[in-house]
């Protein structure tokens, strides 16, 4: 229950104490603040209007708020928001945010116009745990998780900075971290997004791209708001995936595939499996076809990514001709599959190129190398 002064003596004691922010709260969570305060509880749902519609956080600007409401929120009170430190546009258009949270750390989001929709890429985490071995942030290592109101106050940042905060827009949870990993704080901000009184983003916008945490795909497919799933998925037998995504040696190809078929997927739905084209590592006929082998029986998708190269990442980009073999192959038994265009690769901001300084080095650069060996 929020502790808000009346008196004086409450207000400068009140000083010393942490103020409740706004921005970790859904709409239930600010009902019940506000109603702590005294205040009817119908003022929780405008406040987050004008956090996710209006993108205001001051109160003194929530002027249908009662004035003695908005000094009581002043004082025990914030609406906490990633501050914009910079931004970088790339030559087609892609943005990319760089953004600092309350405690000094940075974060990396991309504003990806027209892909046919306008598309928000938003990270989970200050780094990533998972170390896969062709991505920059993995090279951080795991900094720290996002909380719930730093995940969305990424989504209300863009929403606003690029003028869709009125539009249709979607967003994939694939920039810095693995989102399952930080499976409650992900979920609750998906679930304050969805708020028809702020940006109203429905799940079907979303899309989660995971390396496959199985016990949080297993729960996730419980989940009232379902998004769209993705599986990091980059190779087609255990040897090569456990190379490139260690998480392998712990739930391998055969368990995840398994659950991606448990996995509820709607009438119109499908599962997307990305897969990031290694030149002479993954991208040859035979991991085309073992790769169909692995998909049967899932109603699935391919998404055929070719490297996006970046200093410190030990492979190459396959050229056009071996990336459209591989498609064919794909294609020829009956795979949906398309090859994703690299966006904003001139200003790293495409897949697997978002990485802020005081990183740490990931163990995947040898396991990188350990598998050029093998393949030699």
Known sequence: MLACPFSTADRNAAMDRPQTNLAELTAAELEAAVAALGAPAF???????????????RFADMTDLPAAL??????????????????????DGTTKFLLRLADGRQIEAVYIPDTPAQTFCISTQVGCAMACAFCLTGKMGLVRHLTAGEIAGQV????HETGLAAATFNIVLMGMGEPLHNYDATMKALGILAD????????????LSTV?????????????????????????????????????KRYDLTALLDACRRFPVSRRARITFEYV????????????????????????????????????????????????????????????????????????????????????KSPGQRLADQLHSSRA
């Open 277 to 360: 084209m290694l030149a002479g590592v993954n991208d040859s006929r035979d991991d085309a076809r073992r790769l169909v082998r692995l998909l049967h029986g899932i109603r699935g998708k391919v998404n055929l990514l070719p490297l996006n190269e970046a200093p410190g990442i030990p492979f190459r980009r396959p050229d056009e001709a071996r990336v459209d073999a591989f498609a064919r192959v794909l294609a020829e038994h009956g795979v949906r599959v398309s090859v994703r265009k690299s966006r904003g690769r001139d200003i790293r901001a495409a897949c697997g190129q978002l990485i802020v300084e005081g990183g740490r």
């Open 196 to 207: 028809s009184r702020g940006l109203g983003l429905h799940p079907k916008r979303v899309t």
């Open 70 to 91: 908005r000094a009581r929120l002043a004082d025990c009170c914030t609406i906490a928001t990633p501050a914009l430190d910079s931004r970088q546009t790339s030559s």
């Open 156 to 159: 209300r940042v863009l929403a």
């Open 43 to 57: 003022h929780g749902r405008q406040i987050l209007t004008w956090m996710y519609a209006r993108g205001v956080t």
């Open 212 to 248: 496959g945490l199985l016990p949080a795909i297993e729960k996730l497919a419980t989940e009232p708001l379902m998004p769209n799933l993705a599986i990091s998925l980059h190779a087609t037998t255990d040897e090569a995936r456990s190379a490139l995504v260690p998480i392998n």
